[in-house]
């Protein structure tokens, strides 16, 4: 495997296991349900493991936006799917333009 790409990949883990940690908080009921108050904990600390790892290599503007930016749309998709949430044209031209945004910065 090529070692520029390692950052990338290590960016990209702690972005799913952002969405893992968001779902997982929002599943937990105010830290009241124990097993997704867990998956929460060792998710989010997981999450920022990798973007730790990530962070040594890729700067740090571009892979904290990255990293929130995976979060998000992660996190708005699986709300639609998962809890109901709203799929509404405003709601989904905002990912989009998140997308956009990530796309920008792993090519600048």
Known sequence: MNPQLI????????????VVWALALKSSHGFTR???TALFAV???ASMYFL???MKS????TAY????GIGAVGTV???IVWFGEPATLWRLASV???LAGIVGLKLA
């Open 7 to 18: 950052p990338w990949i290590s960016l990209l883990i702690a972005g799913v296991l952002e």
């Open 34 to 36: 124990l097993p997704a």
């Open 43 to 45: 998710s989010a600390a």
């Open 52 to 54: 730790a790892y990530a």
């Open 58 to 61: 890729l700067p740090v503007g």
């Open 65 to 68: 936006a990255i990293w929130t």
């Open 77 to 79: 998709l699986f709300g």
């Open 96 to 98: 989009a333009l998140i």
